[in-house]
């Protein structure tokens, strides 16, 4: 079990500014309250967060934006932990989702150490990002929202984080970092999410680009995690509403130009989330210079998992002679992934996640 850290020491020195202009890639200096660069690119900073978003926060006046608008409130007066449970309770699914332990399990896995400089891609609430920093030389967290990246800063400070910086951005996938900035990348259970903010284009054109980022940000060698659902996923074959399609059965697991057109017929000219299959997500990211090198089986599903298993069919087989191994998140899933051939796992797994190398 991982435990959040209330003591973190503070980094033997901290890493130089890694800033850079989403558009044009030059580097950004403080000055008074922006970031600016020689060529007059300027982004203002709000509560000391820089705010790079290119399309702006959406629906700024509904009940979700009202709600993290208070939660921030109630987090500075009497603390983060008393301001998820009043706004949203001690028994909600959101107050078990950024608050379990067990969901930063996976972070053992990856190539974490105190000289790691980590980017942390949707840091929402900030459920991992004081156990990274704790671990870490600095993390820099870039947030799409933010009211979020405004409580995630105040968490990891109430919890005294002293070496994470927080930044709003990344709705069009472009990523305000100079190149060869990290050691490792952080994208847990957003990929599918990428683009969804961009209007310009359809979102899988937003998630090449943000494959070919990390590529960019990473050092030669630099490691990515990255998590996602996958598009064959068991639960949507048995036709389960998709919430990447607007609630529409099947969903991504539909031929694309099916999705698609039913999209638009009601109205919508892009899902809000693309999945992909295992192969077809290991074959995008060695387009963009990326090199899996491992690929897990998360048990029962990613959001709380228990077992990370490697996808090879031997370990499959091995880990199935585990008592404790569940392998579905539903009842039946439970009796059904059990009798999928071990080699096929993959195929049908509730989600992808993957230990990416950007080449030397």
């Keep these: 079990m991982v435990m959040v850290s209330n003591e973190v020491t503070p980094p033997s020195a901290v890493p130089e500014d890694i800033y850079a202009c989403p558009q044009t890639g030059a580097a950004l200096h403080r000055d008074s309250d922006v970031l600016q660069s020689k ?3 300027q982004y203002p900073l709000r509560e000391q967060i820089p705010q790079f978003l290119r399309f702006g926060p959406p629906d ?6 009202k709600a993290l608008v208070r939660l921030n409130q109630i987090a500075r007066e009497r603390g983060w932990l008393h301001a998820l449970n009043e706004i949203y309770g001690e028994k909600s699914e959101l107050y078990r989702y950024v608050t379990a332990p067990q969901r930063a399990a996976f972070l053992d896995l990856l190539p974490l150490q105190k000289e790691t400089v980590v980017l942390e891609i949707g840091p929402g609430l900030g ?3 004081p156990i990274i920093a704790s671990r870490a030389r600095w993390l820099y967290a870039l947030e799409i929202d933010p009211s979020q990246a405004e409580f995630a800063s105040t968490r990891c400070a109430q919890q005294n984080v002293t070496n994470a910086s927080f930044a709003c951005g990344g709705d069009d996938c472009r990523l ?5 900035s990290f050691d490792l990348a952080i994208a847990n259970l957003v990929f599918e999410w990428c ?4 209007p310009d284009e ?3 054109n937003s998630q090449k680009r943000l494959l070919r980022e990390f590529a960019r940000v990473l050092k030669p060698g630099g490691a990515l995690w ?3 659902k996958n598009r064959f996923a068991m639960r949507s074959l048995f036709g389960k509403l998709d919430e990447h399609a607007y609630q529409m059965r099947f969903g991504n697991a539909l031929p694309r130009p099916i999705m698609n057109l039913m999209l638009k017929l009601r109205g919508k000219r892009y ?3 693309v999945l992909y299959t295992h192969n077809g997500l290991a074959r995008m990211m060695r387009d963009a210079g990326l090199d899996p090198a491992r690929s897990l089986w998360a048990a029962p599903e990613m959001r709380y998992p228990t077992h990370f298993v490697p996808v090879d069919a031997a370990s499959i087989r091995a880990a199935r002679k585990d008592p404790t191994l569940l392998q579905g998140e539903s009842r039946i899933t439970r009796l059904l992934m059990p009798r999928v051939p071990a080699g096929l796992v993959k195929r049908v797994m509730p989600g992808l996640a993957f230990i990416a190398r950007k080449r030397p």
């Design 271 to 273: 899902p809000a989330g």
């Design 176 to 180: 305000p970092y100079l190149d060869g």
């Design 60 to 65: 700024p006046d509904g009940a979700d934006a």
């Design 195 to 198: 683009g969804a903010r961009n």
């Design 39 to 41: 060529n007059g690119s």
């Design 202 to 204: 359809p979102p899988q």
């Design 226 to 228: 990255l998590t996602t």
């Design 127 to 129: 459920q991992f990002s």
